[in-house]
């Protein structure tokens, strides 16, 4: 299954790098999220677009800025990282509220880039 | 922030015995998602469920939520190796906005042993 990408796969950057992450979606979604997976913490909410707004931002500090430029891609661009933002970061996708069913709202997961920060 | 605590934390089983994994939390969600996610790779959908007391059964895998809505337990019966990975369960809030948002447990890790 290949609905929801993400590029790259790994990534090892020094502190003073800038780079970004990209995922894209082709499940036909409008509702787009990043997440932080660290270890032994849940899942966090990173931001969120619905219908390429933003929608939520989990005072995320500013060296991660997200952007979405349409519905179908959304990019997360990293600069002067700290090495405690090494983790596991991921993209998922779902149908919009506006247009489908409010409860049985699911999400669908990229495979994620694994980020080491030197 | 809600939360959601998954119990056991990690999980160790032979081959062919039975589990169940429970998600607990003190906030109502109008549902709730398990999912399980393998090493390097992102979490799978597994099953949504909605209305309180909800059972659902995907093959040896049995799922309920609640009466409250609150909690929901996972069973699976006669594992298998391929049953390895982590388990999240998640709480869905939805926004009038739009997006919905989900507050994910703490995860159970479950190995099988051949």
């Known amino acids: 299954e290949t609905g929801v990408t993400q590029t790259p796969r790994h990534l090892v950057m020094g502190m003073t790098n800038k780079k970004s992450l990209k995922c894209e979606q082709h499940?036909?979604?409008?509702?787009m999220y990043w997440y932080k997976q660290s270890a032994k913490k849940p899942l966090e909410l990173m931001f969120v677009y619905s219908l390429e707004e933003r929608v939520e931002n989990n005072s995320v500090p500013s060296r991660f800025s997200p952007e979405c430029p349409n519905s179908s891609h959304l990019f997360l661009h990293l600069h002067t990282l700290q090495p405690e933002d090494s983790a596991l970061y991921l993209c998922?996708?779902?149908?919009?509220?506006?247009?489908?069913?409010?409860?049985?709202?699911?999400?669908?997961f990229g495979p994620g880039t694994r980020l080491t920060v030197l | 922030t809600q939360l959601l605590e998954q119990s056991p934390q990690f999980l160790s089983i032979q081959e062919g015995e039975n589990l169940t994994v429970y998600c607990n939390s003190s906030s109502v969600f109008s549902s709730l998602q398990w999912y399980r996610q393998e090493p390097g790779e992102g979490p799978v959908l597994l099953v949504t469920?909605?209305?309180?007391?909800e059972v659902k059964k995907l093959k040896r895998l049995t799922f309920q939520f609640g009466d409250a809505r609150k909690d929901s337990s996972l069973h699976i019966t006669a594992a298998q190796p391929g049953d390895t990975g982590l388990y999240l369960c998640a709480g869905n809030e939805a926004w009038l906005s739009g997006a919905n948002n989900l507050f994910f447990g703490t995860g159970t890790r479950l190995t099988v042993i051949p």
């Open positions: 499940l036909g979604h409008n509702a």
């Open positions: 998922a996708s779902s149908q919009d509220l506006r247009q489908g069913s409010i409860v049985k709202n699911e999400q669908f």
């Open positions: 469920v909605v209305t309180g007391g």
